[in-house]
């Protein structure tokens, strides 16, 4: 009897615990909803040093830049608040494995959509299309992509801006040579030391680091579409961010953006 009386507790509280499960959250990430895809906190990853994009700003120590701006619009609809966010600091090394491990729910961070990138991540359509450029010491005398014959290209590690210059080269019948580099702050380092000739990432970043004694050369190369990154197995979040993003398109919030940075003239 005792017996028969415990099962029908059990099964009285599994029950409760079932009713309990279906009335909650039907959303994914890291917190509830009400039938539709919502988080308690949109954790993001930025660059720091990309002016304009995600840049650390020394007097405030936060990171700002139209990426970031971007972040507070996906929080305000995921969330139910733009200030429901968190900024990560991420680089070309770190942004792809802090994804994988669960730290970060998306990358908004200059991460260029390229077909092997596309078996690793869930990318959202493009936000922004940059082009890779050349950035040299004006008392070089270098006028075009002809001229670094020779010499020491610098780039970021684990960038596509490598490959696409190599490929520049080789159809111009001209031989470069790369250091790689961990932070764009550093590729300046060694372009104004000397230690590399010419500096070469993205045109907009380089747009950052451009000062009275350096010059872009005329040339660019590879385009460049930045897409927001989600973890591959999360696909409901990377649907709804694709949702959200169609939309700042279509009633222009998105050119505002670019527009507020200064970057609506670049594509």
């Known amino acids: 009897m005792k017996m028969k009386k415990t099962l029908i507790v059990l099964m009285l509280i599994s029950m409760v615990l079932i009713a309990f499960a279906g009335c909650g959250s039907t959303g994914g990430g890291n917190g509830g909803g009400d039938g539709d895809y919502m988080l308690d906190v949109l954790r993001v990853g930025f660059k720091n040093d990309v002016p304009g994009f995600g840049y650390l700003n020394p007097e405030t120590n936060q990171i700002e830049g139209f990426e970031v701006d971007l972040a507070k619009a996906l929080a305000k609809e995921l969330t139910g608040s733009e200030e429901n966010y968190t900024a990560t600091e991420v680089n070309a090394n770190t942004r792809g ?87 764009y702050p550093e590729i300046k380092t060694a372009l104004v030391s000397g230690r590399v000739d010419c500096f070469s990432v993205d045109k907009a970043i380089l747009l950052g680091y451009l000062d009275d004694d350096t010059a872009i050369l005329p040339e660019d190369f590879a385009p460049q579409d930045y897409g927001i990154a989600t973890k591959k197995d999360n696909t409901e979040l990377a649907e709804k961010i694709n949702g959200i993003l169609a939309e700042m398109k279509e009633n222009g919030e998105l050119d505002a953006l670019k527009a507020k940075w200064g970057l609506d003239a670049l594509e």
């Open 97 to 183: 494995p802090m994804l994988d491990n669960g730290e970060l729910d998306c990358i908004i961070a200059t991460f260029t959509i390229r077909p092997d990138r596309l078996e690793l991540y869930n990318f959202s359509d493009v936000y922004f299309t940059d082009h890779i450029g050349l950035l040299v010491k004006k008392d070089a005398g270098f006028e075009s992509f002809a001229d670094l014959d020779g010499k020491t290209i610098g780039v970021a590690q684990s960038a596509t801006t490598r490959d696409a210059i190599q490929e520049a080269a080789d159809a111009a019948g001209i031989s470069v040579t790369f250091s790689e580099y961990g932070t």
